[in-house]
C-alpha cells in the first residue's frame, strides 16, 4: 500500500519561513510527478507548484519567487521551500504524487495534509 506522508507545517509570522516534506513508502516501481496543492477554508485546492520526475518545475502565479520544489528521488521526498509567506498563503496544503506501483499501473496518490497558518 501507498502512502504519502507529510510533515512541516504550522503557524509562522508574515514574511517567515517554512519547509515541507512529503515521503512516499510502500511498494511501488516508480514515481512519475509529484505536486504541492493547497486549499484555504471555504476555497478550491489549488496547484501550488509541480515537479516532473526529471527535475522540470512548475508554479502557480501566487508564489513564483517566493516558494521553491524540490525533490530527492533517492529518499522518495519532495520538498516545498516557502519564504516571505503571507498571510493568504495560510491553507492546509497536501502533497500530490502519480506513482507507478507496477510497470502497468499508476495510480493519483495523496497526503493527509498539513496546516500552515500565516499570521500577520
Known amino acids: 500500500q501507498v502512502q504519502l506522508v507529510e510533515s512541516g507545517g504550522g503557524l509562522v509570522q508574515a514574511g517567515g519561513s517554512l519547509r515541507l516534506s512529503c515521503a512516499a513508502s510502500g511498494t511501488f516501481f516508480n514515481i512519475n510527478a509529484m505536486a504541492w496543492y493547497r486549499q484555504a477554508p471555504g476555497k478550491q485546492r489549488d496547484l501550488v507548484a509541480s515537479?516532473?520526475?526529471?527535475?522540470?518545475?512548475n508554479y502557480g502565479d501566487s508564489v513564483k519567487g517566493r516558494f521553491t520544489i524540490s525533490r530527492d528521488n533517492a529518499k522518495n521526498t519532495v520538498y516545498l521551500q516557502m519564504n516571505n509567506l503571507r498571510p493568504e498563503d495560510t491553507a492546509v496544503y497536501y502533497c500530490n504524487a502519480q506513482i507507478m506501483t507496477t510497470l502497468l499501473r499508476s495510480g493519483n496518490y495523496w497526503g493527509q495534509g498539513t496546516q500552515v497558518t500565516v499570521s500577520s
Open positions: 515537479i516532473t520526475g526529471g527535475g522540470r518545475t
